[in-house]
């Protein structure tokens, strides 16, 4: 298997591109670009998948725009990538039959906040980070926290996690409304700020995590919550993975409301030791959060301290002033670039499965077991209060042994995951990536998907070469 295999293939339609980018030149003029370089930056530029890199790029400033690139695309027939930061891990931004990015960092308004109801509508460009700096003064926050500071409308499309998910959930339980220009410019509105409706499909369910395959999300209708009184927070290291993977289901499973859990082997803090300028000891560690009120907090910070030293844990080190939090957490959030330094020049693949709690410990071991055996360098990081975990293999992309290993490996994995009742994507997505494990995973599945898909975009424009293979 080549790198190149993973990817579907896409016919291109040379006549009906040319049209469409002449078209779009004319009627956007600055904000179009055809130029290499930019072109390639609205491809794929995350790990290892190859670049494919769009024919033109269109900057939209409104929804009404997107339709109108949309419209444009649709008769002559030529494919249409949203794009948001380009910090999605599968493929999900590349153009394999070529076509047009709607680049939306431009819609980056925040248009409505409403205060009393702990709701907010943002545009699609709007960043994670802006949302919150945004809201700083009216003591609510928004909790969905995948690290990178992605674009709203990104999050939305991939139905994105992180490390907030264990007590807030993920993207699906964050948004309750989009405004979706679909496959041939019509604008749907897909809800409202109701926090419950009966009426008809959950069509806002459908388009969170449908990539852009199936419409192209311009707006986001939000959840959002009340920054908590009190935050604590620290480190435990353990003697082994599974020790802290005990912990982890213990603490769960008894039902401890920990806003976040996330685990950090040996070599991924020594990574991040040397990225961040930490001095955490080199073993497998786990940090943890909790938010509440200063009693609720203190009380469910000691419990935690007993769950882990009933695990093996060793000395809890607490983070007490919001500085030393995000020195902290900012070390975690960089663990993608700090892996890359244990091997500089390699390309970095970043695995994502996901598991039932109780099967944490028996997939992570058997994971490790299996990189070790392949010979591969691989980190491990996870959200493992909900089973998310993920590995950073480091690879060198000229060694063809080292491809094939790299590749046998992850396939190993995503099968293991589904094998114990799990998937091959907790939060990164299908994109192009994971499209040949959806099959196992879906099975007839599947095929209502494709037909959902061809409902919707019965031309095939949209994000094509990615999730459903047609």
């Known amino acids: 298997m080549t790198l190149v295999s993973l990817q579907m293939p896409v016919e291109r339609n040379e006549t009906g591109i040319a049209l469409a980018v002449a078209i779009l030149a004319q009627r956007f003029g600055d904000r179009f670009s055809a130029a290499a370089a930019l072109r390639e930056q609205h491809g794929h530029t995350t790990t290892w998948l190859p670049n494919q890199a769009p024919d033109g790029v269109v900057f939209a400033e409104s929804t009404e725009e997107v339709a109108e690139v949309v419209k444009v695309c649709a008769e002559h027939k030529v494919p249409v990538i949203a794009f948001g930061t380009g910090s999605s891990l ?79 959930g993920t993207m699906k339980d964050a948004v309750l409304a989009l405004t979706v220009v679909m496959a041939d410019g019509t604008v749907v509105h897909t809800g409202g700020r109701a926090r419950k409706s009966s009426a008809g499909y959950d069509l806002t369910r459908l388009m969170v995590g449908s990539e852009g395959t199936l419409g192209i999300i311009t707006e986001v209708t939000l959840r959002l919550h009340g920054i908590p009184e009190a935050v604590s927070g620290g480190v435990c290291p353990f003697p082994d993975l599974e020790s802290a993977c005990n912990a982890v289901i213990t603490t769960i499973q008894c039902g401890l409301p920990v806003a976040r859990i996330e685990l950090l082997d040996a070599l991924q803090i020594r990574a991040c030791n040397a990225y961040s300028k930490l001095d955490l000891v080199e073993t497998p560690t786990l940090f943890v959060e909790f938010h509440g009120s200063e009693a609720g907090v203190r009380e469910q910070s ?59 410990a028996d997939c992570i071991k058997a994971t490790m077991a299996d990189l070790n055996e392949a010979g591969l360098i691989g980190p491990l990081v996870g959200h493992v209060g909900d089973g998310n975990f993920h590995t950073l293999v480091l690879v060198d992309v000229d060694n063809p042994q080292e491809i094939a290993a790299a590749e046998g490996f992850i396939e190993r994995l995503n099968w293991r995951a589904i094998e114990m009742g799990g998937t091959c994507t907790g939060e990164h997505g299908v994109g192009q990536g994971k499209m040949k494990y959806l099959t196992r995973e879906h099975g007839a599945g599947l095929d209502v998907m494709r037909a959902v898909k061809a409902a919707l975009d019965p031309a095939g424009i949209l994000n094509p070469g990615k999730v459903v293979p047609m």
């Not at 991939?158 to 807030?168: E, F, I, L």
């Not at 007490?320 to 070390?331: G, V």
């Open 90 to 168: 599968e493929g999900h931004v590349n153009a394999p039959a070529g076509g047009i990015s709607v680049d939306m960092s431009r819609m980056n308004r925040v248009l409505q906040v409403n205060a009393d109801d702990l709701d907010c509508v943002v545009e699609a460009g709007v960043t994670r980070k802006q949302l919150n700096e945004y809201l700083r003064d009216t003591g609510l926050f928004f909790p969905i926290d995948p690290g990178a500071d992605a674009s709203l409308g990104g999050m939305a499309a991939t139905r994105a996690s992180g490390t907030n998910a264990v007590r807030y």
């Open 302 to 360: 000691e419990l935690f301290g007993e769950i882990a030293r009933d695990n093996g844990g060793g000395e809890f080190t607490w983070a007490t002033k919001a500085e030393e939090r995000s020195r902290l957490w900012s070390a975690r959030h960089d663990a993608y670039w700090a892996a890359l330094g244990l091997r500089p020049g390699a390309k970095g693949v970043s695995t994502d499965v996901c598991v039932p709690i109780s099967r944490l």
